[in-house]
């Protein structure tokens, strides 16, 4: 078979890129090694960890505020396996949505693990040790990345385990260790703590959730420490060891030689991931990789491969699902001879722990850096009425603004549903509005958007209304 256009990898990135060639009248193809569509985000990343996530939520707020807004439960008990299973079922529902998408969209499904042959040949090896091969005009890398997991950790995926064998622990632990307090490690350590899990994250720098605004940092160390959760920051682990049944891990104080040993029925290992470029035949058409195996591209996210391009977490940046997919979007739309456009700086992060974290823009920690002349405006969430309602008041909105222009620089939310709060901070940005074009919005009341109206009039010469 001979295609205009070849993705190897169906995640966020892959398959949306599959989808947009196949509106724009490409004939393409998608290889995807695992038996089901979607990638680590829709079966063992992004949406099963919101299941999780949501689920876990349900049973803490039944266990610590129903009994306030008048619901009484008795026997109370968490039941994991239905929990795991309803995951399950969230997962199966998108994949199938997404080769669902695959056939409506005429894109041919090849399952099995491809590599590059030539420039313009794919091997397809399949389970059984077949394989095909299909001639491609253009191809777009999209594999994606798996944890990092250093020696020194033992990772056995019984005890030692990454995220994606934490998703299926079907008994609540008594206790658990993270090592990492990146985005990945809170929201599953959160998960479990919430369900009653006694959690422990060792951080080797100084801060969780280290890349976003120091604020932000604050304010969840501050809320997941009210569900026990136990820090240890400016650490390092040296060694992990597990039984059948346990595991030891070993910490050393980063700048001291004293080091002591937590125990614990799980060590989940959340240090971050690193680009899957591994058997793929790189070497085999001379597509250059740096020195953590990420494939270099130029601005229109092609190779120094004519025709090869790459996109995701096999590339330098945050790796996010959104991001592939924008990038997808951007080179389909890019070798069908449009003018497509990414913003990086306007791609948002968030952290799905509750409260929520979302962040766009430029931290206080970066403009200070950069010495760019800045104001602030914050509000708490506890000034807030419609947080009071839900009784979810922990938080705040940030606004960050250009001193000079009022130019919107970054926002940085903590707090309820901020995650999808985030994208009318994105939204201004884009235009770039000042932070007085966001304070004149009108924003329904009671919500929580208010939030953000109200760090923009704070912002704008310290004029909140409601603090």
Known sequence: MKYDLTIIGSGPGGYVAAIRAGQLGLKTALIERYSTLG????????????????????????????????IQIKDLAVDMPQMIKRKNEVVDQTCQGVAFLMKKNKVDV?????????QHTIKITKDDGSSEQIETDKTIIATGS????????????????????????????????????GVIGLELGSVFARLGTEVE?????????????????????RALKKLGVKFH???????????????????????????????????LVAIGRQAYTANLGLENIGVVTDDRGRVEVNSHLETNVPGIYAIGDVIQGAMLAHKAEEEGIFVVETIAGQQPHINYNLIPGVVYTWPEVAAVGQTEEQLKAAGIPYKSGKFPFKALGRARASTDTEGMV???????TDEILGVHMVGPRT?????????????????????????????????????????????????
């Not at 090849?110 to 030539?118: A, P």
């Not at 950790?153 to 934490?166: G, H, L, M, P, W």
């Not at 940030?398 to 000079?404: E, G, I, R, S």
């Not at 940005?429 to 009039?457: I, N, Q, V």
């Open 419 to 467: 995650a999808d709060m985030i994208a009318e901070a994105v939204a201004l940005m884009e235009f770039r509005a000042s932070a007085e074009d966001a304070a004149r919005m009108s924003h329904a009341h009671p919500t929580y958007t208010e939030a953000f109206k109200e760090a923009a009039l704070a912002a704008t010469a310290d004029r909140a209304l409601h603090i």
């Open 110 to 118: 090849y399952h099995g693990h491809g590599s590059f042959v030539d």
């Open 39 to 70: 990638g680590t985000c829709l079966n063992v990343g992004c949406i099963p960890s919101k299941a999780l996530l949501d689920s876990s939520e349900h049973y803490h707020n039944a266990a610590e505020k129903f009994a306030l807004h008048g």
């Open 233 to 267: 920051l400016s650490h390092k682990v040296v060694d992990v060891q597990a039984t059948s049944r346990s595991v030891t891990v070993k910490v050393q104080k980063r700048d001291s030689e004293d080091t002591f040993e937590l125990k614990a029925d799980y060590c």
């Open 146 to 181: 798996k944890p990092i997991t250093p020696a020194a950790f033992n990772y056995d995926k019984k005890r030692v385990i990454t995220s994606t064998e934490a998703l299926n622990i079907d008994k609540v632990p008594k206790r658990m260790v993270v090592i990492g307090g």
């Open 398 to 404: 940030k606004v960050l603004a250009h001193a000079d």
């Open 201 to 221: 994250v060792v951080e080797y720098l100084d801060s969780i959730i280290p890349t976003m605004d120091k604020d932000c940092g604050k304010e969840l160390m």
